[in-house]
Nanobody, 113 residues
Framework: QVQLVESGGGSVHPGESLRLSCTAS????????MGWYRQGPGEERTLVAD?????SYAAYAAGRFTLSRDRAKKAVYLQMNDLKPDDTGVYYC?????????WGQGTQVNVSS
């Protein structure tokens, strides 16, 4: 069984930063397809960044967010800088491995003045 545990969410003011962490455990072949999605209020869950070997970012994340990985810890991180109110939402870690898709429980990010 694969489990994903996220942390690092919180409430910040516009322009501040947060770093999200996601650690995977269980029978995992690779973390190459590991990344972050977010779901804003009343919105669908959409890609923020994934594929830490060659990161792919949503347009709004490019230049502000950075996806990184620690292979040994089976963890990915999302450094989010210059946060904006539109970045508010629940951030989910996603991993595709062994032919299946796994999601974390989500971590809330609130950006407001």
């Amino acid at each position: 069984q694969v489990q994903l545990v996220e942390s690092g969410g919180g409430s910040v003011h516009p322009g501040e930063s947060l770093r999200l962490s996601c650690t995977a455990s269980g029978n995992i072949i690779s973390t190459n397809l590991m990344g972050w999605y977010r779901q804003g209020p009343g919105e669908e869950r959409t890609l923020v960044a994934d594929r830490p070997d060659v990161p792919s970012y949503a347009a709004y994340a490019a230049g502000r967010f950075t996806l990184s990985r620690d292979r040994a810890k089976k963890a990915v991180y999302l450094q989010m800088n210059d946060l904006k109110p539109d970045d508010t939402g629940v951030y989910y870690c996603r991993l595709i491995t062994n032919g299946r898709v796994y999601w974390g429980q989500g971590t809330q990010v609130n950006v407001s003045s």
